[in-house]
């Protein structure tokens, strides 16, 4: 019986040591081996690029670069120079040596009113018999889709004694920014559009769209006998803010030897008709009204 017991009590002892190296065994292993479940239970993984803290997320990169691009790299492809605000670009900086010797005034103390965009049917027109019935002469800036859809209009713009002035095939703003070859193909496609209207107007004047001058689109321009012609008035009339602003901002910066920015184009222009009828009676007063030369130099 006591025999029986020792044997018993021995083999119990043998079980706890075998169990307690078994335990320590699978311990020793576990701390060798990833916890793959925790991995993928918390999506935390110790890779090469470093941790991923789910509180500190990735800095944003410039729009339209790749992600990871550092957000302090300035971005390229912006159109340099000065722009016209709103549907002719974005902001305006007309001072300095950014307008790449583009004219801001008329060089004398005339004063030249100036409409981008068209020719339009609705509103060319109603702009056309204005100026007639003051007997203002003015600057037409068209566009060469335009004069192709409206050669009737550019005619009627020569026939009352205006200045054409080329204002790009489609009025692209980043057109400076361009090959010369494409530069000039637009240019010429302008002027041709033009000149089937009209065969024998001069075009000697060009204004790029949102007044975005560059060195390229200015030797083009000067290239094919055309000016740079840019602006030292702009009431921002493409904004439609109403014919009382338009007129009031008008006859606020108007000088002698200035350039009025208007539009007969591109959008909601009646506000643009109907300033100008209260625009011309005291401009014409003040100043002598004038279409720039067809010589400029």
Known sequence: MTRVSSTARAAGIVTVVVAALLGSAYVLGRS???????????GVTTEGDGPHYADQPAEKSPA??????????????????????GQDGSGRDAGGDKLFGAHTG??????????DDGPDPRYTPQVLTTLREYGVKATFCVVGENAQNHPDLIQAIVAD???????????????GNRSADKIRADLVRTNEAIRAAVPDAPIVWYRQPGGAWT????????????????????????????????????????????????????????????????????????YELEALPTDPT
């Open 161 to 175: 004694g205006h200045t054409l002035c080329n204002h790009s095939w489609q009025h692209d703003i980043a057109l």
């Open 64 to 85: 339209g670069a790749p992600a990871g691009t550092p957000t302090d790299i300035p971005t390229t492809g912006q159109s340099a120079g000065p722009t016209e605000a």
């Open 215 to 286: 060195y390229p689109v200015v030797s083009v321009c000067t290239g094919l006998g055309m000016t740079p012609l840019h602006w030292s008035v702009d009431p921002s009339d493409w904004q439609a803010p109403g014919a009382s602003k338009i007129a009031t901002t008008v006859l606020a910066q108007a000088e002698p030897g200035g350039v009025v920015l208007m539009h007969d184009a591109g959008g909601d222009r009646q506000g643009t008709v109907d300033a100008l009828r209260r625009i011309l009676p005291e401009l014409s007063t003040r």
């Open 106 to 115: 008329t060089g004398s103390a005339r004063l030249a009113l100036t409409f």
């Open 32 to 42: 060798l081996v990833p916890d793959q479940a925790q991995q993928h239970a918390t």
